[in-house]
């Protein structure tokens, strides 16, 4: 497996990459990740175990920009082919690692490739959403286009880049819809002596104007109530949303925490009643299959959340959790407000979140990745 990027973000190689590595370890593959350490220098050279599953980090490069590009490459591309692998998955069709498999295609052309999306990268995606440097962004926007056309199989963790991968004229039998899956925490009781919410966020994902209004609206019928904000934003949108909260008056129910440790999470999680999952109905958002809904369902939490995208492909509005339409931050008010009022009904659709989430443990999903590998393999067993 070709990595985006290291070990020590949160994103697609913890939430994505490692726990489908360990899951197909368990059923028999022998399964490496290699990954660039560009975002954490740290641990470049190293190769660490992980519950079966090295990830190794390739060294860092001693030339400087614009050859950094090409080493990064070439040593990703070094490390993986010394494991001899039988097929290469990239995950993501972009950066280093996308080099790296392009590289692969041309210096080994029988090596089968899968790609892996999980997010849309071009226009109306991380394109538009971040700062990159035009030439990234051309670079990544024509990656994204040209390497699943280059590879056997393509997995996809959403229905829309499903049928975006389908609009670049690759084949539907070619590709596999893979969601995220659930690792479930252990279940940790805490009874909150206050009505207590929660927002795991990186902001950009959500209208912070509309949150604001639901907020406030809560904060008037419910004064008690409080907000556990967990997480950081991409240009520091956690300093809007204190401002809104001090304009609109809701600040006092604000208890913003930043970034926490993976260890940590599980005790936040246990403090709250609800957990909220706003979004907007953007193609970013609908492009993308959210971990942390199955991560906040998989803790028994009564999830309320923006009808977009994935999110009714892993909660069935009234049985598993609540959906709401995006762009009414009335509605999305009220629903919070009947959860607060409803103990019966927060417990049944914490409960059946918990069972609903179960069903997309990794091990359940390992399968569909071995279809993609067997189209890769033309047919071959995985």
């Known amino acids: 497996m070709l990595a985006p990027f290291g070990i020590r973000p949160k994103g697609t190689l913890l939430a994505r990459m490692l726990p489908l590595a360990q899951a197909l370890t ?19 050279g190293t190769r660490v175990v992980y519950n079966g599953v090295p990830v190794i980090h390739t060294a860092l490069p001693h030339l400087t ?3 950094t590009t090409f080493t990064h490459s070439a040593a990703m591309l070094r490390r993986a082919l010394a494991e001899r692998p039988t097929l290469l998955h990239l995950f993501k069709p972009k950066g280093y ?7 692969a295609r041309i210096v080994r052309p029988r090596l089968p490739l899968v790609v892996d999306t999980d997010d849309w990268e071009g226009a109306g995606g991380w394109n538009t959403l971040r700062t990159y440097p035009a030439s990234a962004k051309a670079l990544f926007a024509w990656q994204e286009r040209d390497l699943p056309r280059r590879a056997q199989a393509v997995t996809v963790a959403s229905r829309t880049l ?10 539907p039998q070619r590709v596999i819809y893979l969601p995220n899956g659930a690792t479930l925490p252990k279940l940790r009781l805490i009874t909150p002596t206050t009505p207590t919410l929660l927002l795991y966020t990186r902001f950009w994902e959500l209208d912070l104007t509309e949150l604001s209004a639901a907020l406030a609206a809560i904060h008037t019928a419910r004064p008690k109530a409080r907000l556990i904000v967990v997480g950081h934003g991409e240009n520091d949108e956690e300093d ?9 008056g809701f600040a006092p129910m604000l208890d913003y925490r930043g970034w926490l440790a993976p260890a940590a ?8 009643q609800v957990a909220l999952v706003p979004a907007r109905d953007t193609l970013i958002n609908r492009a993308r299959c959210s971990a942390k809904l199955l991560e906040l369902m998989g803790a ?20 598993s959790g609540l959906l709401v339409p995006p762009g009414d931050p009335g509605a999305f008010a009220a629903a919070v407000l009947r959860l607060l009022d409803d103990q019966p009904l927060r417990e049944r659709l914490g409960a059946e979140a918990r069972v609903a989430a179960a069903r997309f443990s990794w091990d359940a999903l390992a399968p569909l990745a071995e279809d993609a590998y067997r189209v890769a393999l033309g047919g071959q067993d995985a």
């Open 265 to 272: 999470i599980p005790a936040t999680l246990a403090a709250a």
């Open 240 to 248: 809007t949303l204190r401002a809104l909260a001090a304009r609109a």
């Open 26 to 44: 368990r059923r028999g593959h022998s399964v490496a990740i290699i990954a660039p350490p560009v975002q954490n220098p740290e641990d470049a």
């Open 300 to 319: 028994g939490l009564a999830v309320l959340a923006s009808d977009v995208g994935e999110a009714r492909t892993f909660i069935q509005s009234e049985h």
């Open 65 to 67: 920009d614009p050859f």
């Open 162 to 171: 499903e049928s975006l991968v389908w609009s670049l004229g690759i084949a």
């Open 97 to 103: 690692s996308g080099l790296a498999a392009l590289a």
